[in-house]
Each structure stands twice: as C-alpha cells, then as structure tokens.
Antibody
Framework: EVQLLESGGGLVQPGGSLRLSCAAS????????MTWVRQAPGKGLEWVSV????????YYADSVKGRFTISRDNSQNTLYLQMSSLRAEDTAVYYC?????????????WGQGTLVTVSS | EIVMTQSPATLSVSPGERATLSCRAS??????LAWYQQKPGQAPRLLIY???IRATGIPVRFSGTGSGTEFTLTISSLQSEDFAVYHC??????????FGQGTRLEIK
C-alpha cells in the first residue's frame, strides 16, 4: 500500500524558514517524480514544485521560485521542501503527491498534508 | 500558463440523480486532464486521468469525457459519499501543472 506522510509544518514568522518532509513507502520511490501541492484555507489547489525521478530535475511555480527548494533522498525514500523568505500568502496545507507517470502527470497518491502558518 | 475554469462553483443535486461538472482550459490540453474528489479535512483523491480513464478502485458511476478545451465529469447516480469538492487539473506539456478552482457538489 502506497503511503505518504508529511511532517515539518507549523507556525513561522514572515521572512522565516521551514523544511517539510514527506516519507514514502509502498512503492519504488526512486522511480517516480514527486510533487508538492498546497491549499490555502478555503481555497483551491495550487501546484508548488516537482522533482523528476530520472535526472532529479526540478521545477517551481512562479509564486515560490527563488524561495523554495525541492529535493529528494532516494536512499531514505523521502521528499523535502525547503521554504525560506516565507510570506503570509504561503499559509496553506502542503501536500506531497506521487506523479502517476511522467507522460501522464496525474497525482495518484497524496499524503494527509501538513499545515504551514506564516504569521507574526 | 494554462488557466482552468470550472463551472458551476456550486452544484446542488439530489441523491440518486445525475451530476454533470464542467472544466474548461484556456488552450488545448488534448486529453491531459485529471479529476479529483476532495472531502472536508482530507487530501484529494484521483478519480480520472487521461480525461476518461478511471483510476484504480474508482466506481463506474464516475465518468470523464472531453478533449481539447472542454471536459465533463459525470456522476451517474449520486451516492451520499459523493458530496464533496471536485477539482480538475491539466498536465499538458507540464510543468507547470494547473488546477481549476473547484466545484462544490452539495445535497439538494
């Protein structure tokens, strides 16, 4: 059974930093692209970042480019999101999700989410 | 960036009836479209990908149609557990991936 478990969320002041983790199990983690998606309170889903399986290439939404860094440790089956220069508008539940396949980037498994609150 | 627009924002339907949700893309995404169901306090669940392919374990009452810029999710006979928010997502020439703003399906 595929499982994704996020951790690392919490309350942080504007301008601060936070690192999210996503522990994966139940599938060959190194063979799949992984992504972060966020959802602000009462709002829709917003894609944040993706890291590919093949070459570890990374891509970011314009809203977080230059402030967030996605990475993965295939030996530990763990996905990360390093967030810096945080703003109030980054407040959201952050989900990690597994990409179905590179040619069909639907997200077939999701974690339960971790809440990040940016406030003074 | 491809903008996804869902309609209506809220849909009220009685149990046992059919629900039809729409999603429009600002440019063609061919069949690179997925649908998700999200219940309060839960993560989204993949229902449909490739515009019409049901994901593993998804009941046959869920069906997706469309290509290009116009897409539809149909739930043929609503069950109590189907009342939720539904999101569409495009992955044409991704990244980026973009989502619609969601349709809330509520009990009439």
């Amino acid at each position: 059974e595929v499982q994704l478990l996020e951790s690392g969320g919490g309350l942080v002041q504007p301008g601060g930093s936070l690192r999210l983790s996503c522990a994966a199990s139940g599938f060959r983690f190194s063979n799949y692209a992984m992504t972060w998606v966020r959802q602000a309170p009462g709002k829709g889903l917003e894609w944040v970042s993706v890291i590919r399986d093949s070459d570890g290439g990374t891509y970011y939404a314009d809203s977080v480019k230059g402030r967030f860094t996605i990475s993965r440790d295939n030996s530990q089956n763990t996905l990360y999101l390093q967030m810096s220069s945080l703003r109030a508008e980054d407040t959201a539940v952050y989900y990690c999700a597994k990409v179905l396949v590179v040619v069909a980037a639907a997200l077939d498994h999701w974690g339960q989410g971790t809440l990040v609150t940016v406030s003074s | 960036e491809i903008v996804m627009t869902q309609s209506p924002a809220t849909l009220s339907v009685s149990p046992g009836e059919r629900a039809t949700l729409s999603c429009r893309a600002s440019q063609s995404v061919t069949s690179n479209l997925a649908w998700y169901q999200q219940k309060p306090g839960q993560a989204p669940r993949l229902l449909i990908y490739g515009a019409s392919i049901r994901a593993t374990g998804i009941p046959v009452r869920f069906s997706g149609t469309g290509s290009g810029t116009e897409f539809t999710l149909t739930i043929s006979s609503l069950q109590s557990e189907d009342f939720a928010v539904y999101h569409c997502q495009q992955y044409h020439n991704w990244p980026p991936i973009t989502f619609g703003q969601g349709t809330r399906l509520e009990i009439k």
